[in-house]
């Protein structure tokens, strides 16, 4: 479980370095860093359980079992604080992408992050499309089309038009 939890924490570090022009707060971290803390822990954790085990200590056994209730206790907490904050978590990741969008101009770095992110969750603006019609990038191309990372993978002839929203 300790390795898993070491993988898992590792990869959301690694995915971090990829989406960290939306999620400009460095705390976006620490769900991570926490999880490989755990990780630590309970590989200590299980190091006692099993030496307890294997010496048939009853006083071991009994500091591996509130031991384990703590971290169940915690983790139960975690759940519940997740559930809650969900919304205030929802709300600032967009509010962080559209303020990533409005300077979207086609050339700097927060563009290519814009396009990676749409080709990769195959989606178009924060929402949908008509995002797209609020920024300045819109606005001063004039052209009523939205970036080319919009346009669906088998389309091979989009434009990123808004009179075509079937390729988008």
């Not at 479980?1 to 620490?30: E, P």
């Not at 200590?57 to 904050?85: K, P, T």
Request: aromatic share 12%; charged share 15%.
């Amino acid at each position: 479980a300790a390795a898993g939890l070491s993988y898992v924490g590792a990869y959301v570090i690694n995915t971090y370095k990829s989406y960290d022009n939306f999620l400009q707060d460095k705390y976006a971290l620490l769900p991570a860093v926490i999880i490989i803390c755990v990780a630590v822990v309970m590989f200590i954790i299980g190091l006692i359980g099993c030496c307890a085990t294997f010496r048939e200590s009853r006083v071991g056994l009994g500091l591996f079992l509130a031991i384990i209730l703590v971290i169940f206790i915690a983790e139960v907490s975690a759940f519940v604080l997740g559930f809650v904050y969900r919304e205030k978590v929802k709300t600032d990741v967009q509010g962080t992408m559209h303020a990533v969008f409005e300077k979207y101009d086609g050339k700097n770095p927060e563009s290519t992050v814009v396009d990676y992110l749409q080709e990769q969750l195959r989606c178009c603006g924060v929402k949908n499309y008509s995002d797209w019609t609020t920024t300045q990038w819109f606005n001063s191309t004039g052209n009523n089309s939205v970036p080319l990372s919009c346009c669906r993978q088998d389309m091979k002839n989009c434009t990123g038009r808004l009179d075509q929203p079937q390729e988008l």
